[in-house]
């Protein structure tokens, strides 16, 4: 196995140094699902949900999410993120919500895990603003979908 980037050589845990890295455009996609009853899935689609509209405050969470990474997860770098979109989308033959993010910024550093932030917040977003209607909710299949920029690209699809 090669060396890791995140451990000293005594093993101690250290942020990356991205320092010496070139400045590339980097992107990066993820997906997951929020499973819940057909009826709670009627309730977002005719907007009827109590806490509002829970496609849109879903997509700035996600934002705000991917935004904060650096906050949430000890080792990432503070970025400049110059982009950040969600997709939201009703599933009714899986009986669930759908959501993709993509984050892009020009930088040393990759957006993976922005990416996965922007979907887990917005994930969790879904299930605060539904859980008065329905408890069986089950948030699952995140992952990272594709990735752009820097050593290597990455292409689930």
């Given at each position: 196995?090669?060396?890791?980037?995140?451990?000293?050589?005594?093993?101690?845990?250290?942020?990356?140094?991205?320092?010496?890295?070139?400045?590339?455009?980097r992107t990066a996609?993820?997906?997951?699902?929020?499973?819940?009853?057909?009826?709670?899935?009627?309730?977002?689609?005719?907007?009827?949900?109590?806490?509002?509209?829970?496609?849109?405050?879903?997509?700035?969470?996600?934002?705000?999410?991917?935004?904060?990474?650096?906050?949430?997860?000890?080792?990432?770098?503070?970025?400049?993120?110059?982009?950040?979109?969600?997709?939201?989308?009703?599933?009714?033959?899986?009986?669930?919500?759908?959501?993709?993010?993509?984050?892009?910024?020009?930088?040393?550093?990759?957006?993976?895990?922005?990416?996965?932030?922007?979907?887990?917040?917005?994930?969790?977003?879904?299930?605060?603003?539904?859980?008065?209607?329905?408890?069986?909710?089950?948030?699952?299949?995140?992952?990272?979908?594709?990735?752009?920029?820097?050593?290597?690209?990455?292409?689930?699809?």
């Amino acid at each position: 196995m090669d060396k890791l980037s995140h451990y000293t050589e005594d093993g101690s845990s250290r942020m990356v140094d991205v320092s010496g890295k070139k400045i590339t455009q980097r992107t990066a996609k993820a997906s997951g699902f929020v499973r819940m009853q057909p009826a709670t899935l009627d309730l977002i689609e005719k907007k009827l949900m109590p806490k509002g509209n829970v496609f849109e405050v879903a997509k700035i969470a996600g934002i705000i999410g991917a935004k904060k990474t650096s906050e949430l997860i000890p080792m990432c770098h503070p970025l400049m993120i110059s982009h950040v979109d969600l997709k939201i989308s009703l599933d009714k033959e899986r009986t669930g919500v759908i959501i993709e993010s993509e984050v892009k910024l020009e930088g040393k550093t990759g957006v993976e895990m922005e990416a996965l932030s922007a979907i887990s917040i917005a994930a969790l977003t879904i299930y605060d603003m539904c859980k008065a209607v329905d408890k069986n909710m089950i948030i699952e299949d995140i992952k990272l979908i594709e990735k752009k920029g820097g050593k290597s690209d990455f292409n689930l699809r």
